[in-house]
Structures are given as structure tokens and as C-alpha cells.
């Protein structure tokens, strides 16, 4: 550890330019949503197309981007970003809309559009398709995987829940495939596959125990959609296989997002572990509203400045030994996780005097990042 952190290699700038897909993840108000605009900004103004896309449900990366009118779920465009055009860079954000997606999948893998107006107006699909468990995650992980083969961009920067969410969010595609190949999804699936009726399986004695748990409409319901998505499970599995793959690929890097507290460092140490226990590891970390440094100042004696009493002066004296003072305590806590991801790099950006809600001030804060001799 320096006296200002300690020191790593590469940077955040190497990051945006070497990855096609990038994963901003960490414990909340942290800063990840800001975060995610910003490389999205930097990366534009490389040259590139990127698109970042928000699965946070507050909305604050439309906020960021200062659109009083907010995001859709298509990609649209953000101007004003300082961007080159003559190096042809673009910059695009959207909102992830599970239901939409989802219903996107089904126009996708069934084989006409019968099978898609079954499925679309089914009670059960519906419900399951804005609430099961899971789906916003794994929703999250299609879109990305969408976003990615969308020849309009060579970069995609996601922006993702709270830390557990992330985990989720690069669980989810696994966890479809073997939901798929489970005993219990075979058995919903056997009347289909044996001919038997919706409704006379219903009188059968697994589907009619089901049917006093749940209800019989439910049950129905539920049992009308698994006979309208037989055949499309195929589909549904190579595609969350493909999805996996894009994960784990490469050029797919995960930046962990935290601020210089204990409790968020101790977060992003745990995240960082789960994500190496899955293979992934850490590119980057950003360390948002750091105390800035006012480098190494000894606190003269006897100092006379014209105009100001002796208690001003040693006021302002005592209150710049106490920012110094925080900030070492700040450096102090990233320790573990410095120690735990080198030599990755680690961006400090320091804390600000007013909130980030447009481009003006995302860029103030792109040109700490984006500053070598600010990195840790």
C-alpha cells in the first residue's frame, strides 16, 4: 500500500477496450448504475457501439443519462456524449423487460403462431412470466445474449441488482437447463408426449394430487401451457447453453462496483470469491466516493495567514488532518479485497460535491476514472 493505495496493473481503460461484454455488479447504492453509463460513455467515445442495459427496477440509469422521459425496452440512442463521430461510435441504453423477453423466446421456438397464441394467453405462462423466481435473471442473461449478436454493437454493458441478484443473474441460464432436464418437468410434460387430453391427465393420481394443493384451475392452466410448449424445450435449452458459454467467455468481464466502507468492501470480497468459484474472476473493481487525497502535508506550527485569526488557521489545519485521516482509514479497508483480486486493476473515484443525474456530470466523474494516475 501506498501512500495513496496500492498499486496494480492495467487499467479500466484496457478493460472497455478489450471486452465485449461487461458486467457491473455489487452491493446497492454503490454507484453500479452510474458506473455502467460511464464505461458506456468512455467506450463510445472510442470509437465503439455500445449498448447498456439496466435490470435494476428503480430506474436510475435513465436519471443518469438525464431522460426525464425514461427508458423503453428497445435500445435507443443517447446523444450529447462528446462522442468523435468520425471514429463511429454510438451510445444506447434500454430497461430489461422480463415479460417482454420472455414472450420474445416463445414467438422464437414455437412453430407457429397457434402454438405462440396458446402459450401467450395462457393464465399460468402469464403469471410465470413476470413473477416465477429466476426469470428476471435469467431474462437479464437473454438479453444480454440478444444484445450481444445485435450487429449493431461490439459492446455490452450491464448493469445488474445487488450482489446475490448477480449471482443469480450468472446462475439463471444453468439453472433453465437443468429445470429442463428434471424428472418433475418430464412428468408435467408426460401427458403430451403419451397423448393423453389436459384435462383427462388432470383425473390422473400425480396431477390430481398436484390439483388439491394448488386448485384445479391453476392445475389446468398449468397443464394447458406444458402442452402448448411441447417441442420448444429443445430450443429453450440450447439457448440457455449458448447463454452460459457468452458468461464465461473471454471477453466477457466482470467489474465489481463497491464504495470505502467496511460493509460494502466485505460484499464485494464475497462477490469477487463467488464469482472466482464460478470460473469468471474480477477484471476490474471501482471504489466509488472515495475522500479525495490532498496528498502528503505535514501540519506546520506557528503558520500566519493574512487577514485570519490563529483559531481559523489551526481549524482549517485540524479539519484537513481529519480528511487525510479518513482517507487512510478508506484505504485501509479495500485492502482485503486489493489483496484478493491483483494484480486486476482498482479505480478510485473520489467523492464529489453534488449528484450524478446528467451527461455533464457522468463525464466529470468518467475523467477520474478514465485518469491513470488515479488508478489504485
Not at 467506450?43 to 442495459?53: I, N, Y
Request: proline content about 4%; overall charge negative; charged content about 20%.
Amino acid at each position: 500500500m501506498t501512500a495513496d493505495g496500492p498499486v496494480a496493473v492495467g487499467s479500466m481503460r484496457d478493460v472497455v477496450q478489450q471486452s465485449d461484454v461487461i458486467v457491473c455488479c455489487g452491493s446497492g447504492g454503490v454507484g453500479k448504475t452510474t458506473t455502467a453509463a460511464i464505461i458506456g460513455m468512455d467506450a463510445a467515445r472510442l470509437g465503439r457501439s455500445v449498448v447498456v442495459v439496466t435490470i435494476d427496477p428503480a430506474k436510475r440509469l435513465a436519471d443518469a443519462l438525464g431522460l426525464s422521459m425514461g427508458l423503453s425496452s428497445a435500445p435507443q440512442r443517447i446523444g450529447g456524449v462528446g462522442v468523435d463521430m468520425g471514429a463511429g461510435g454510438e451510445m444506447w441504453a434500454m430497461m430489461l423487460d422480463t415479460a417482454a423477453t420472455f414472450d420474445g423466446l416463445v414467438r422464437i421456438y414455437a412453430d407457429d403462431e397457434q402454438q405462440i397464441d396458446r402459450i401467450l394467453s395462457n393464465r399460468f405462462y402469464r403469471n410465470m412470466a413476470g413473477a416465477m423466481s429466476g426469470t428476471q435473471e435469467y431474462m437479464a442473461a437473454e438479453t444480454l445474449h440478444a444484445l450481444h449478436n445485435d450487429n449493431r454493437f461490439d459492446l455490452v454493458v450491464v448493469d445488474t441488482p445487488p450482489s446475490r441478484n448477480a449471482l443469480d443473474f450468472l446462475d439463471a441460464p444453468g439453472v433453465l437447463s437443468r429445470f429442463l432436464d428434471h424428472r418433475v418437468f418430464k412428468l408435467a410434460m408426460l401427458p403430451t408426449r403419451s397423448g393423453l387430453k389436459v384435462f383427462g391427465s388432470a383425473a390422473q393420481p400425480f396431477f390430481k394430487a398436484i390439483g388439491r394443493v394448488v386448485g384445479s384451475d391453476v392445475l389446468a392452466d398449468s397443464m394447458a401451457f406444458f402442452q402448448a410448449f411441447s417441442g420448444m424445450e429443445t430450443g429453450f435449452r440450447e439457448r440457455a447453453d449458448d447463454v452460459v458459454a457468452l458468461l464465461r467467455a473471454e471477453r466477457t468481464n466482470f467489474v465489481v462496483v463497491a464504495s470505502p466502507r467496511h460493509d460494502t468492501i466485505t460484499e464485494a470480497v464475497w462477490l469477487a470469491q463467488q464469482l472466482g468459484d464460478q470460473g469468471v474472476g474480477v477484471a476490474a473493481a471501482i471504489i466509488n466516493r472515495v475522500q479525495p487525497s490532498f496528498g502528503v502535508i505535514d501540519v506546520p506550527t506557528g503558520v500566519e495567514v493574512p487577514g485570519a485569526s490563529r483559531d481559523v488557521v489551526s481549524a482549517l489545519w485540524k479539519n484537513l488532518g481529519e480528511l487525510q485521516q479518513i482517507r487512510r482509514a478508506e484505504l485501509e479497508a479495500l485492502e482485503p479485497l486489493v489483496a484478493l483480486i491483483e494484480p486486476a486493476p482498482i479505480a478510485l473515484l473520489p467523492l464529489l460535491d453534488g449528484d450524478i443525474h446528467d451527461l455533464d456530470s457522468l463525464d466529470q466523474v468518467a475523467q477520474h476514472l478514465f485518469l491513470e494516475r488515479n488508478r489504485c
